[in-house]
């Protein structure tokens, strides 16, 4: 079963400090991964993909295969980084997201 | 991208009532997808949605309850039936396009 934990419900950092938000799937397969961010009275849009291997607003995710592991990461948080965010994944094909909970970072100035 | 809008925005409700929220895309996709958002939690998948089939729904969620309605090709309608207090959530649409996945804005509704 395809199955996507994020173990913190809410993360709080001071502003200028690193940022790990930790996110782990279940899956037989390869699946694709996604971060999903939804920052205050917005709608949820992707911030980047596992297949793109890019940088969106400092944010990085390295997908480990043998940790089942996809965590997002920034060195130096900015108070623009308040936002909820979702990790999610999806089998090959147009097939839907499947989304953790969601961690709340909080990023205190 | 893909330009989703979903009406009503919000809404309050009586037990036992029924809503219908509307999707519309800007252009065409063939699956359309429904979440629900409750109070606190993350987005669970209600159904798939394809143009001139049955919707498929997943586990916990049937017809009877979730009526889906998928006309043609940019609209997609999801109606909440014989509504009570555990149905209040955020309803969302959702397409797929070009390996992204994109979400309308939502539908807030409170049922009393």
């Known amino acids: 079963a395809q199955r996507v934990t994020q173990p913190e419900k809410l993360l709080s950092v001071f502003k200028g400090a690193p940022v790990e938000l930790k996110c782990n799937y279940s899956y037989s397969g390869s699946p694709e991964l996604f971060w999903y961010v939804q920052y205050s009275r917005q709608r949820l849009q992707l911030l980047l993909r596992h297949i793109s291997r890019e940088s969106i607003k400092g944010f990085t995710a390295d997908l480990n295969k043998g940790e089942t592991s996809f965590h997002l990461k920034k060195p130096f948080a900015q108070e623009e980084d308040s936002a909820m965010y979702y990790c999610a994944l999806r089998s090959p094909g147009n097939t839907p997201l499947v989304f953790g909970k969601g961690t709340r970072l909080s990023v205190i100035a | ?112």
């Open chain 2, 1 to 112: 991208s893909a330009v989703i809008s979903q009406k009503p925005s919000r809404d309050i409700c009586q037990r036992g009532t029924s809503l219908t929220i509307q999707c519309q895309v800007d252009s065409q996709v063939t699956m359309m997808f429904w979440y629900r958002q409750q109070p606190g939690q993350s987005l669970t998948l209600i159904a798939t949605a394809n143009q001139g089939s049955e919707a498929t729904y997943e586990s916990g969620f049937v017809i009877d309850k979730f009526p889906i309605s998928r006309p043609n090709l940019t609209f997609s309608t999801l109606t909440v039936s014989n509504m009570s207090p555990e149905d209040s959530s955020i309803y969302l649409c959702s397409v797929s396009r070009t390996r992204e996945q994109f979400f309308g804005p939502g539908t807030r509704l409170t049922v009393l």
